[in-house]
């Protein structure tokens, strides 16, 4: 039978996208800043809930929570991407 850890952490702000690598003049090629912070913020939430280094292979569920638009909320209507409100 295979044994199974879950681990399950909440990340408490709205996601960031990973912004795609540019290059400079010189061939450089760098990530932007932008999305360090949120990156940052996840790191911390795992490392807090899983003390351990996972050296098997992981299976990732995520889910995100985005706040609803205001056009929507104003409307009534439904999301078009489901969305489900922040607690």
Same mark, same amino acid.
């Given at each position: 039978?295979k044994?199974?850890? *879950?681990?399950?952490?909440?990340?408490? +702000?709205?996601?960031?996208?990973?912004?795609?690598?540019?290059?400079?003049? &010189? &061939?450089?090629?760098?990530?932007?800043?932008?999305?360090?912070?949120?990156?940052?913020?996840?790191? @911390?939430?795992?490392?807090?809930? *899983?003390?351990?280094? @996972?050296?098997?292979?992981?299976?990732?569920?995520?889910?995100?929570?985005?706040?609803?638009?205001?056009?929507?909320?104003? +409307?009534g &209507?439904?999301?078009?991407? +489901?969305?489900?409100?922040?607690?």
């Open positions: 039978m044994m199974e850890t *879950v681990y399950d952490f909440f990340v408490s +702000g709205s996601p960031k996208a990973q912004p795609r690598p540019r290059m400079t003049k &010189g &061939g450089h090629v760098y990530t932007p800043d932008s999305a360090r912070d949120w990156k940052e913020t996840v790191a @911390i939430a795992c490392r807090l809930r *899983v003390k351990e280094t @996972i050296i098997r292979p992981v299976r990732l569920a995520v889910y995100f929570c985005f706040p609803m638009p205001k056009r929507i909320k104003a +409307g &209507g439904v999301s078009p991407h +489901g969305l489900c409100p922040i607690m």
